[in-house]
T-cell receptor, first 110, second 112 residues
Framework: RKEVEQDPGPFNVPEGATVAFNCTYS??????FFWYRQDCRKEPKLLMS?????NEDGRFTAQLNRASQYISLLIRDSKLSDSATYLC???????????WGAGTKLIIKP | EAQVTQNPRYLITVTGKKLTVTCSQN?????MSWYRQDPGLGLRQIYY???????DKGDVPEGYKVSRKEKRNFPLILESPSPNQTSLYFC???????????FGPGTRLTVL
């Protein structure tokens, strides 16, 4: 069975710190990778796509490691508003089925 | 405003009483899908549709039906709901499975 695994956390991190978490995937044929953010009881929203060359957007950096089959998300200078659950999702272009991780909960403390 | 709408947002029903959750998008997206989200399990795809009249099973299709007669609508049908279908349901749409998914606000379903 295709799987995407994440550490559920919670990660309790002081404001201003840097935090990173990974997501591993089992299917080596996976082609597209994304990080979504979900606030409590709300719908997920795209945070960033993950490209082979990596992707950076402000304080957020996403990396893909195909050899070890994981993607990572790094948040620098964390803010209280970064508190959320971060979901990774993997897609095989061949069948368009999306496989979602269960999410990593991040809590930023003042 | 570009959006995905779901109705109802909250529903409490009883075992065996057929129900439909509607989903509509106004972004001319070809790809639509339904998910359920349960604590500790994350989002699990129920069904997805790559275009009108094309639907495919996701990870957890048992007990659910869908139809895609029009591009904008993708209703989720529970013919005979059971308590294990109590969950938070999300509809999503995108240009394709490889693109950003836009989610509806969610439908919280309780089956007694």
């Amino acid at each position: 069975r295709k799987e995407v695994e994440q550490d559920p956390g919670p990660f309790n991190v002081p404001e201003g710190a840097t935090v990173a978490f990974n997501c591993t995937y089992s299917n080596s044929a996976s082609q597209s990778f994304f990080w979504y953010r979900q606030d409590c009881r709300k719908e997920p929203k795209l945070l960033m796509s993950v490209y082979s060359s990596g992707n950076e957007d402000g304080r957020f950096t996403a990396q893909l490691n195909r050899a070890s089959q994981y993607i990572s998300l790094l948040i620098r200078d964390s803010k209280l508003s970064d508190s959320a659950t971060y979901l990774c999702v993997v897609n095989e272009d061949s069948n368009y089925q999306l496989i979602w991780g269960a999410g990593t909960k991040l809590i930023i403390k003042p | 405003e570009a959006q995905v709408t779901q109705n109802p947002r909250y529903l409490i029903t009883v075992t065996g009483k057929k129900l439909t959750v509607t989903c509509s998008q106004n972004m001319n997206h070809e790809y639509m899908s339904w998910y359920r989200q349960d604590p500790g399990l994350g989002l699990r795809q129920i069904y997805y549709s790559m275009n009108v009249e094309v639907t495919d099973k996701g990870d957890v299709p048992e007990g659910y039906k869908v139809s895609r007669k029009e591009k904008r609508n993708f209703p989720l049908i529970l013919e005979s709901p059971s308590p294990n279908q109590t969950s938070l349901y999300f509809c999503a749409s995108s240009f394709s499975g490889a693109n950003e998914q836009f989610f509806g606000p969610g439908t919280r379903l309780t089956v007694l």
